[in-house]
């Protein structure tokens, strides 16, 4: 993949332990100290947040990144993206796959004090299926039933059989939210109630959120910050003055300013993550209800282009959601549609547009540099194409109202959770609302091995060439997750999906 971490797949990825710190840490007793014996207390992390605090109605994959900070999956995953022990202590599948029961850590509790037992997450995911405004219910559609056994017992009972459930409820779809506080779903947008890592103290939409450090975590010997800052990532312009006057201790980065902070004297490390870039398509609107538009679109697109000059050189082109090396990722679909100007002219004109054609692409911000190449690009191929700012807050996945849109695609536990929300009828990235008929059988053979099984990877892959096959998402470019932090920081992890600040700490 791109420079610096090679994602070799959900059982191969090695994490990177950022660079640069002043001093080692050691560790006595599972709590790490600085060479002088002397820890911060405060960790300011420049990042998004989140657009609700509920991760029932957060429609918005990124989303999870700031969730996590307060509320604790059913599993976690590793920073190789593998299930492991969140909330349930272990799992155990049914001989049959139908039912998987999840036995959970005893003396749980929610941030508010009320118990975490087998009867709060059973409540917990039951409302991520039945809410009304729920965007993770189409995950959790191979959920029948739910029993709470026991006090720490709780047991999905499945339509079909199911071996992606670990991984699934390792993020939004599986964080527990605490049932009294969903009485009051609007308070619960700015006001989360869960058993996360920290509680949120004080909260200023789009400025910043003040969090502490939650005793009750069940693994909090591993927090070893009592008070956690999110605010947004920093603009471009003052990026470095931020990380130089103490105002973030880690910043995301964007390709664009990455060779300024490292001349700045910052550590910026690089991590190769599963999101994708990609334009969103609803092929039920002219002219992109025509497949050969579509393809044309593709066609006419340089990604190595959009790699070197847009994004820095960082990331690798794509044709499907999944980067190489991941186990979703089809081989057979690299180089799909080879950027060809004059064929994609062809296929305009095989589509009735044999005088090229008006189209109009949506931009998630004014100055994003590989919108403008893309526009530059499919104009050379006679479609003719002029862009829009979405209007912040307006358009949304639930509100979509463009056809044709620059996106990101920030992936998801499971594979096959990823090709549900891309593909599937009610997925929130599938503008169309359509869906491949093939696909549904192929998704059921995918969850029908268990993630060890050999047979595994052939069968996701064949689910993956079906869906972007059949559907019209343009997929250009991995993403490469930039950080930048203060030498004051250590322990810091880069992960492939979910950040995580287990073991993190800073210098006094």
Known sequence: MGKAVKAAGIAGVVALVLAGCASRASVSDGVAVSAAGQRGDTLTWGWSLPSTWDPVTSAVGNDVHALTLVYEGVTEVNAKGEAQPGLAQSWTYAKDGRSVTFHLRPGLTFSDGTKLDAAAVKASLERGKTAKDSTIAPQLATVESITADSATDVTLHLAQVDYQIPLLLSGKTGQIVSPAATKDATKLATQPV???PFILKSYVPGSQATLVKNPGFWNADKILVTNFVLKPTPDPSVAVAG???????IADLTASQVNGVKAAGFPVETTDVLPVRVLDVNNTVKPFDNPKVVQAISTAIDRQALVRTANFGYGQPVWQPFPKGYVAHNPELDNLYPHDVAKAKRLLAEAGYPDGVDVQLALGKADDPVGELIQQQLNAAGIRTTLTVQTPGVNNYITRRYPFVLDQFNARQSPVQALQVLFGPQGLMNLGKT????????????????LTDPAYPAAIQDATKIAVTNMPNVFLFTVTRFAAHSPKVHGLQNWMDIQRFEGVWVDK
């Open 243 to 249: 990380l130089q006057s103490g105002q973030y201790d």
């Open 194 to 196: 869960g058993a996360g």
């Open 435 to 450: 869906s491949p008929a093939a696909l549904p059988a192929a998704v059921a053979r995918t969850s029908g091995y268990p």
